[in-house]
């Protein structure tokens, strides 16, 4: 029977019908055309919806940048954009997760609005994400930062950006279930960051938590914060899979640093005699007796306190006001109040307000006010109000006079202490480091509660958390192969065995070749702040140690170094008696406390 004979047949057949394979074959055969036509047409949408995707984003940017070009600003600031470019590179060799860390003003809004356009706007179709499958977040309980992180992506970006309560309803819970080729970015990623708290269970009923279905469904991960404290000694156990980059602020920014060398940042003076609360406004009126009136943002929690200077504000003397803006009493339009100067110097009770990410007009600001905590909270301190005048400018008006720019009260060793842990490489065990969940004495002990990305709660992860706990890291800079080599026999050949590193040749041009991660680009001549920023994530349970060559100017091979990166094994006997940095209380490790913390922000 020929082909055109048999369908004839089959024809028939289906007006005759009979339960015969024939009509069975042919039914399907028809039904496996219209699919493939069907597939076709998918991709040809796919095409289509990717380059509007582009060409949206691509318009958004420019009229972006032309709006911002009116005020003086840019929309990606180079250091932001170099940040952004290591986390690109880091997922490109393999990273699953990044934890960016940015002192508070330096723009880690931009850095990763340009690692979500890198994304969305891959000239690589395979590669593309969907803006639909970027899901922005926060542990933090608050509309204000929703509506303020909105505000500050380009609009593409605003559909899915969900703060706690948000992000844990159950919509949003199967929007990550089925989360494929997708990105994830949680900013202020140490709020609400127990291992047994709300986002931890959201993450983990989602599948999230498991390196292996993040490979499989391709997604990636971006933990943001300026404080990531035991969030970022969870990832230090990751190994390659998580990179730590570290945004350098740009040349025009103003953080805790410059003010500590301004004698801006004070140790708040005691308010206890009626006396002290006096003396404090008087020396402020004084400062600012010559210029505009000022605001004052006070956080006071204490009922009577507040009552007390409230009443030292009435004195004749003085007669400033004072006004409360918290959870309790808001005041609609405080940013566009406090814009403008007001008639008489006037402090603001905020209680718990103005923490984490929020931003405030600072132009018109006399001095900040918060009482130094019986137990110290780096963390806290460097969120707080002082962080809010972290940023990049230009000083002008009253603050071109040094004696007028705004006083900063609050726990000044605090302060010193997270600038010697950023300047330290956020190295805990290289810096004196307290807060709820994390203590460090700077000797390397370190002491941490579990996050939601520590090894024992994330899923696929190979390596003893419990034997690297007890392992610190360091970083041996040497001039020469021979140097690396005796340092490794002397201090760490009986720990690690092995012959340690073995001899290495230059290049045909005389340079000597590093090679980090994956990719084709892996192997090539690398500067020292390139090897400080990866090469000590690398170290795991199979490597124990790496070595890299590296240049302090590429350009200069008598600047060569070899950076010996290993961890050092803790003796069992290493208990540090005299450590008291055991004074963390579980109780606070709840949801309830977290929530509680969130009406400071």
Request: glycine share 4%.
């Amino acid at each position: 029977m020929s082909v055109t004979e048999e369908f004839t047949s089959e024809f028939i057949q289906e007006i005759i019908p009979a339960n015969k394979p024939k009509i069975t074959v042919r039914r399907h055969m028809t039904h496996t055309k219209k699919t493939k036509t069907k597939t076709e047409k998918e991709k040809k949408i796919e095409q289509i919806k990717k380059r509007q995707q582009r060409e949206n984003i691509s318009k958004s940017i420019r009229d972006r940048e032309e709006y911002l070009e009116l005020e003086g600003k840019e929309f990606i600031y180079p250091n932001q954009q170099d940040a952004a470019n290591k986390c690109i590179e880091a997922y490109k060799n393999g990273a699953i997760a990044v934890c960016l860390i940015a002192q508070p003003g330096t723009g880690k809004t931009g850095t990763a609005q340009a690692v979500m356009i890198h994304m969305a706007t891959n000239p690589n179709d395979d590669e593309i994400v969907y803006t639909e499958n970027i899901i922005i977040c926060t542990g933090m309980s608050d509309n204000d930062w929703e509506t303020q992180f909105k505000n500050s992506v380009l609009p593409a970006f605003g559909e899915n950006i969900f703060h706690r309560q948000n992000l844990v309803k159950q919509k949003q819970k199967e929007k990550l279930q089925s989360l494929e080729n997708g990105f994830l970015v949680p900013d202020e990623c140490h709020i609400a960051s127990g291992s047994k708290m709300s986002i931890a269970k959201t993450l983990k009923e989602a599948g999230i938590l498991n390196l292996n279905v993040l490979e499989i469904k391709n997604i990636k991960i971006l933990d943001i914060s300026a404080t990531p404290d035991a969030v970022l000694h969870d990832y230090t156990k990751w190994g390659p899979k998580c990179a730590i980059i570290k945004i350098q602020p740009g040349p025009l920014y103003k953080g805790f640093e410059v003010m500590l060398k301004e004698e801006r940042i004070i140790d708040s003076p005691k308010l206890e005699e009626i006396d002290d609360y006096y003396n404090l406004l008087k020396f402020l009126d004084e400062r600012y007796k010559n210029t505009s009136k000022k605001y004052f943002p006070f956080r006071l929690l204490d009922p009577v306190k507040i009552n007390i200077l409230g009443s030292v504000c009435d004195r004749d003397e003085l007669d400033w006001c004072y006004i409360n803006h918290n959870s309790e009493e808001r005041i609609d339009e405080i940013d566009s109040i406090m814009a403008n100067p007001p008639t008489k110097h006037t402090i603001i009770f905020i209680k718990g307000f103005w923490r984490a990410s929020k931003r405030i007009s600072m132009k018109h600001i006399g001095a900040t006010y918060e009482q130094i905590p019986k137990q110290r909270d780096v963390s806290v301190t460097a969120q707080a109000l002082t962080a809010r005048f972290c940023d990049n400018y230009e000083y002008s008006g009253d603050h071109l006079d040094i004696n007028l720019r705004p006083l900063h009260y609050c726990d000044k060793g605090a302060i010193e202490q997270y600038v010697e842990w950023f300047n330290n490489d956020c190295d805990f065990s290289m810096s004196t480091y307290k807060s709820q969940r994390i203590s460090s004495n700077g000797k390397g002990k370190v002491t941490s509660k579990e996050t939601k990305v520590n090894p024992k709660i994330v899923g696929g992860m190979n390596n003893n958390s419990d034997e690297i706990e007890e392992k610190t890291i360091h970083t041996e800079a040497c001039n020469t192969q021979e140097e690396a080599k005796e340092y490794y026999n002397k201090n760490l050949k009986k720990i690690f065995k092995g012959k340690g590193p073995t001899k290495r040749k230059p290049n045909e041009d005389g340079y000597y070749l590093s090679t980090v991660g994956k990719g084709e680009n892996r192997t090539r001549v690398r500067t020292i702040q390139e090897i400080k920023d990866v090469s000590k994530w690398a170290l795991n349970e199979t490597h124990h140690y790496t070595i890299h060559p590296c240049y302090e100017d590429i350009n200069d091979k008598s600047t060569l170094k070899w950076m010996l990166t290993h961890y050092k094994i803790k003796k069992d006997n290493d208990n540090d008696k005299n450590d008291n940095d055991k004074n963390d209380n579980d109780k606070n490790d709840n949801d309830k406390n977290d929530n509680d913390n969130d009406k400071k922000v």
